[in-house]
């Protein structure tokens, strides 16, 4: 039975469509009964508003935000809030439905949720992007909450709009709350390791890979990033600590290339600073698109920008072995089948860059007891759960013959429909 949430958009790849076409894949291995699984598909509520932010030079201007909490099954919906130009309620409602997988997948007691303001952070004066994001937070103050909706940054948003977030609620509600976010700044109750865990949490998630084809070698592994975001840059500054050799990394305005490898802390130091790679000048380097980056010659490939991006016109050409997804949702199912019978391995998104979600997880217990670990702490609890997670999702693949993307699925929606049927539906 069809809804309109749920029937087939009318453009291709929607990252909706490819949430859907993932859990189809996936719930086929599911031992579980079809109505069950049919609630899984649903979005459980969205909420969009339609707000008026005044602009630095006192005019007033409307912007679009949205919520979607996609299952509450295993206890607070958590996920991060996007501002971005093109966002759309169906690209927020597939990242939701990915958050709710991540979270069961590494056995985190949280539901998946998501936010998006349709708006270029780029285009907002410092005043005016707090005037929008608190506003956007008084609209979506009933769907918040440190017990029942817990946000966080993702592409647009950081620490200093966390931080606006959480003041928000707390003058909202007479009393600081600072468990309503996690992604804050630390002299907030943020935690250690939680900026750079999603890229801590993508080269983890890469060594595990490599080991496990034999192909552990870091000094001769040459690595290909798109983006050069939260993501894509710690996982950069990460692989080259560890003696990998990092030789294409790009922004939304293009890429470097340089064979022999790139000195990332130099690019991550030019970023930091407003600069955009596409303006970086070093002779011993190329500039590449984004579309020429991710078929450049690597061994590992980690896209970790944006959703839809390796697609049936860039699958054949890809020369990595093996892909690591940083960004939610960057290969569209027509992909991986290619990839699949090309025999690139591929770490999906809800393992690979489940770091994020992880350390956020740390940030909200810390918080909720207020009492603070240390990094060292924070990264070798990460390191456990993700490296647990990666073996449980290889032996759901090996026993069933099927791809990491498909046994990660698999593992999550059993976790969330065992669980739902243990409650049962109410009333
Ligand atoms: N936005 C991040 C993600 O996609 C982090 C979410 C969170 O920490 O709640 O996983």
């Given amino acids: 039975m069809a809804v309109p949430s749920y029937e087939a958009p009318t453009h291709q790849d929607t990252a909706y469509q490819t949430a859907l076409e993932q859990f189809d894949r996936a719930a086929y291995y599911v031992d579980a009964p079809a109505d069950y699984l049919e609630i899984l598909k649903y979005p459980a509520r969205e909420l969009t508003a339609n707000f008026p932010v005044r602009r630095d030079d006192g005019t007033i201007e409307m912007f679009t935000g949205y919520r979607v909490h996609h299952n509450i099954t295993l206890g607070p919906t958590k996920g991060g809030i996007r501002y971005a130009a093109d966002v759309t309620l169906d690209e927020v409602r597939a990242l939701a439905m990915w958050m709710t997988w991540k979270c069961a997948l590494v056995q985190l007691p949280f539901g998946g949720a998501k936010g998006g303001v349709v708006v270029d952070p780029k285009t907002l004066s410092l005043a005016e992007n707090e005037r929008l994001t608190r506003r956007y937070t008084a609209e979506m103050v009933k769907m918040f909450s440190e017990h029942a909706d817990i946000p966080a940054p993702d592409m647009g948003t950081n620490a200093q709009t966390m931080a606006w977030i959480m003041d928000t609620y707390s003058m909202n509600v007479g009393h ?117 980056l991710l078929t450049l010659p690597c061994d590992v490939l980690a896209p970790s920008a944006l959703q839809s991006q390796v697609t049936p016109e860039v699958a054949p050409y890809v020369k990595a072995n093996l892909i690591v997804e940083g960004a939610n949702g960057p290969t569209t199912p027509d992909a991986d089948d290619i990839l699949n019978d090309r025999n690139i391995l591929v770490v999906p998104d809800i393992l690979a860059n489940a770091g994020g979600v992880i350390v956020s997880y740390f940030e909200w217990v810390q918080g909720l007891q207020s009492y603070f670990w240390d990094l060292d702490e924070i990264n070798r609890r990460l390191a456990r759960i993700m490296t647990k997670s990666y073996d449980n999702v290889q032996v759901i693949a090996e026993e069933n013959k099927i791809t990491l993307r498909t046994a990660a699925q698999v593992a999550a929606i059993s976790r969330v429909v065992k669980a739902l049927m243990t409650r049962g539906i109410y009333p």
Wanted: net charge negative; glycine share 12%.
């Fill in 176 to 292: 600081s709350v600072p468990a309503i976010v996690t992604g804050k700044p630390l002299n907030l109750g943020g935690s250690e390791g939680r900026t750079e865990a999603t890229g801590r949490g993508v080269i983890i998630a890469m060594e595990e890979a490599l080991k496990r084809i034999d192909r552990y070698d870091p000094t001769n592994t040459k690595v290909v990033i798109q983006g050069f975001g939260n993501v894509g840059s710690h996982a950069a500054l990460i692989a080259s600590e560890l003696g990998y050799n990092v030789v294409a990394v790009s922004d939304i305005s293009g890429g470097v290339y340089n064979p022999n490898g790139l000195d990332i802390k130099k690019l991550f130091d030019f970023c930091f600073h407003g600069g955009q790679l596409k303006d970086y000048k070093d002779s011993s380097l190329d500039h590449v698109t984004n579309r020429e």
